[in-house]
């Protein structure tokens, strides 16, 4: 059994930054990518950030120069960093990995809300 936690969100002002962390619990799991997504209500959900097992990274266009992702393969984790908040980062973000095994995971979301 493998869960996936997301920690970091909180309230901030525009500009501020924030680091969202995704650590992978239970069994060990090999990740073929892990991925950041964002869902505000009433929109579908969004893919921000991706880090692959090779450590290839891809960003959606709002987020290029200001978001970075990374991973710390010694804690089984991945990081968001999130500079320059905007008022439209505003969203719960989940975390996602499929595994080499062919099994998907998400994490149960953190809310980030950026408000002046």
């Known amino acids: 059994q493998v869960q996936l936690e997301e920690s970091g969100g909180g309230l901030v002002q525009p500009g501020e930054s924030l680091r969202l962390s995704c650590a992978a619990f239970?069994?060990?799991?090999?990740?073929?990518?892990v991925i950041w997504y964002r869902q505000t209500p009433g929109k579908q959900r969004e893919l921000v950030a991706g880090?692959?097992?090779?450590?290839?990274?891809n960003y959606t266009d709002s987020v290029k120069g200001r978001f970075a992702i990374s991973r710390d393969v010694s804690k089984n984790a991945v990081y968001l960093q999130m500079n320059n908040l905007k008022v439209e980062d505003t969203a719960v973000y989940y975390c996602?990995?499929?595994?080499?095994?062919?099994?998907?995971?998400w994490g149960q979301g953190t809310q980030v809300t950026v408000s002046s």
């Open positions: 996602y990995g499929d595994s080499a095994s062919g099994v998907d995971y």
């Open positions: 239970g069994s060990i799991v090999i990740f073929n990518n």
């Open positions: 880090i692959s097992r090779f450590g290839n990274t």
